[in-house]
């Protein structure tokens, strides 16, 4: 009996399907994650220096001087999204 029930886990964890994600969608999706951060982190940075600036389109600005300064790092914006 019990060799009958190891024989039928063995056979059912070989017929078992492995269903990992491609590398490539890790890899992207691992860089679109770099590149939210970066943009967040650098957008709050740039939005909290605006509370002491006197240029009136400071917090208009923070998004692009974000995007800006990710790039500079060697970071890229995921498929779909606009760069400046």
Not at 4 to 14: D, F, H, P, T, Y
Not at 38 to 49: F, G, M, Q, V
């Amino acid at each position: 009996m019990k060799k009958k029930i190891g024989i039928a886990v063995i056979i059912l964890i070989m017929s078992a399907q492995a269903n990992a994600d491609e590398p490539a969608s890790v890899s992207q999706g691992a860089a679109d994650y770099d590149w939210q951060s970066c943009l967040s982190a650098k957008s709050n940075d740039c939005l909290n220096n605006c509370t002491t600036s006197e240029d009136r389109d400071c917090q208009d600005n923070c998004n692009d001087l974000a995007k800006d300064k990710c790039q500079s790092m060697g970071l890229t914006p995921p498929q779909g999204m606009s760069s400046p």
